[in-house]
């Protein structure tokens, strides 16, 4: 059991550009959830996969986020045409329901 | 619809003195409440969870909770902290079962501070 990694740990990117991050769960997991945690709050769900089926996409926070799980394995978040509100931690879990167990996050800084 | 309520949003504490991190939820359904506790720019590390059975959890490092079904609380406390201690707490709740996501709902995280 190596726990959840994440990639990058920081990304500084422009308003603008797109970013991919990964997140690698602990194998033998079948969920996958992603949360966003922005200064002085706790975590807020974003989306989440059972195996390779993402069944939850409604929160995810506007039409330039989506997610991926090909396969069931790995998962990617990606957000499109950054902008300023974006810069926050990024999260990732994996799951046997409940408990979550999270990765070390992914810091976005959108100039 | 579920929430979870962290009263203090920080605890200044001596080194060696007892401490307490207060957590209310409201829930409809039956819950599973967790305590994770996030060291700086780090992710969140699992500190102890109520799952079923006794109500009194306990972690490897000294913490403790109580489930309280009847006021809704699940309060974490230490009897002596140190200075390693030092770092934000975030109380999550979780209503996994039935059909439901299981994400988790979290507080607003408590940052517990010890000085020597």
């Known amino acids: 059991d190596t726990g959840v990694s994440q990639d990058p740990r920081h990304k500084i990117t422009k308003r603008g550009q797109n970013v991919t991050f990964r997140c690698d769960p602990i194998?033998?997991?079948?969920?996958l959830y992603w949360y966003r945690q922005t200064l002085g709050q706790g975590p807020e769900f974003l989306t989440y996969?059972?195996?390779?089926?993402?069944?939850?996409k409604s929160r995810l926070l506007s039409d330039r986020f989506s997610a991926e799980r090909p396969k069931g394995s790995f998962s990617t978040l990606e957000i499109q045409r950054t902008e300023q509100g974006d810069s926050a931690m990024y999260l990732c879990?994996?799951?046997?329901?409940?408990?979550?167990?999270f990765g070390p996050g992914t810091r976005l800084t959108v100039l | 619809a579920q929430s979870v309520t962290q009263l203090d949003s920080q605890v200044p504490v001596f080194e060696e003195a007892p401490v307490e991190l207060r957590c209310n939820y409201s829930?409809?359904?039956?819950?599973?409440l967790f305590w994770y506790v996030q060291y700086p720019n780090q992710g969140l590390q699992l500190l102890l969870k109520?799952?079923?059975?006794s109500t009194l959890v306990e972690s490897i490092n000294g913490f403790e909770a109580e489930f309280n079904k009847s006021q809704t609380s699940f309060h974490l406390r230490k009897p002596s902290v140190h200075i390693s201690d030092t770092a934000e707490y975030f109380c999550?709740?979780?209503?996994w079962g039935g059909g439901s996501q299981g994400n988790l709902i979290f507080g607003k995280g408590t940052k517990l501070s010890v000085k020597p």
């Open positions: 194998s033998e997991h079948n969920r």
């Open positions: 829930s409809s359904v039956s819950v599973y």
């Open positions: 879990a994996s799951s046997p329901p409940p408990t979550q167990y």
């Open positions: 996969f059972q195996n390779e089926a993402q069944l939850e």
């Open positions: 109520y799952l079923s059975g």
């Open positions: 999550a709740v979780s209503d």
